[in-house]
C-alpha cells in the first residue's frame, strides 16, 4: 500500500510539474508568435495609411474601396511646387488712396507633376498585395471611408483594422482572448490592429512605438 500511495504521489507530482511547466512555457511561446507576426501586419497598415493620406491630397477624401485605392495609385501624380515671396502693388489701397502701396504676397508656382507610386513606393508593387492580411488565408483588412461632423464642418475619415484573433487563428484560444483584452501602453491595445478611425479626426495607429512610427 505505501507504494502505491508513493507511486500515485509521482504521478500527481508530474501532473503539477508539466501544468507548472505549460503554464510559463505556453505564454512566452505565444509572445513570440505574437512578436514576430504584429511587425508584419503593421508594415502593411502604415502603407495603407501612405496611401489613403495620398489619394486625400489629391482628391480631397479617403478612399473606402480597394480596388480604387490601387487604381488611384497606379494613376494619380503628386503636383510638384514651389512657393515664393514677392511684392505687387495694392491696387485696392491706391484706388481709396490714390498713391501707390506694396504689398508682400506668396506665389505658389507648378513645377510640375510626379506619380504617387513613385514617390510612396518607389519601384516596389507591394501596394498591389497590401489589402491581404499576413498570416491569414487571404482575408483583407477591413476598410471603411466617409465623413463626420466637427464644428458644423463635414471632415473626412478612414479606418482600416484586423481582429488580433485572425491574425493568431491557430493559437490558444484562452491566450488569444486574453491578448484582446490587453491595455498596456507597451503593446497594442484593445481587440483590433488598427490605423484610423470613423468617431474621431484620426489618422494614427493604435500600436506602440516599439512597432515604428504609429502617425503620420
Do not use: C
Not at 503554464?23 to 501586419?41: G, H, L, M, S, T
Not at 478612399?63 to 497606379?74: E, K
Not at 504617387?116 to 508593387?125: I, R
Amino acid at each position: 500500500m505505501k507504494i502505491v500511495i508513493q507511486l500515485l504521489l509521482w504521478v500527481v507530482i508530474g501532473f503539477l510539474g508539466y501544468f507548472t511547466f505549460n503554464a510559463v512555457y505556453e505564454p512566452i511561446q505565444f509572445n513570440k508568435v505574437r512578436d514576430a507576426r504584429y511587425p508584419k501586419v503593421i508594415e502593411k497598415l502604415k502603407d495603407i495609411r501612405k496611401a489613403e493620406l495620398a489619394h486625400k491630397q489629391v482628391t480631397g477624401t479617403f478612399s473606402g474601396d480597394w480596388d480604387g485605392l490601387v487604381r488611384f495609385i497606379d494613376t494619380a501624380e503628386f503636383v510638384v511646387t514651389q512657393r515664393r515671396d514677392t511684392t505687387v502693388l495694392d491696387e485696392e489701397y491706391k484706388a481709396t488712396y490714390g498713391v501707390d502701396e506694396y504689398k508682400s504676397i506668396t506665389l505658389v508656382d507648378t513645377l510640375g507633376y510626379t506619380p504617387v507610386k513613385d514617390s510612396l513606393f518607389k519601384g516596389s508593387n507591394r501596394y498591389t498585395t497590401m489589402m491581404n492580411v499576413p498570416f491569414t488565408d487571404g482575408q483583407k483588412f477591413e476598410l471603411d471611408a466617409g465623413e463626420i461632423t466637427k464644428n458644423d464642418s463635414k471632415i473626412p475619415v478612414f479606418e482600416v483594422k484586423v481582429d488580433k484573433a485572425d491574425i493568431l487563428s491557430d493559437q490558444d484560444e484562452h491566450l488569444v482572448n486574453q491578448e484582446k483584452q490587453v491595455l498596456s501602453v507597451d503593446n497594442v491595445r484593445g481587440e483590433y490592429i488598427q490605423v484610423g478611425s470613423m468617431t474621431e479626426v484620426n489618422t494614427n495607429g493604435n500600436w506602440p512605438k516599439v512597432y515604428g512610427s504609429n502617425d503620420d
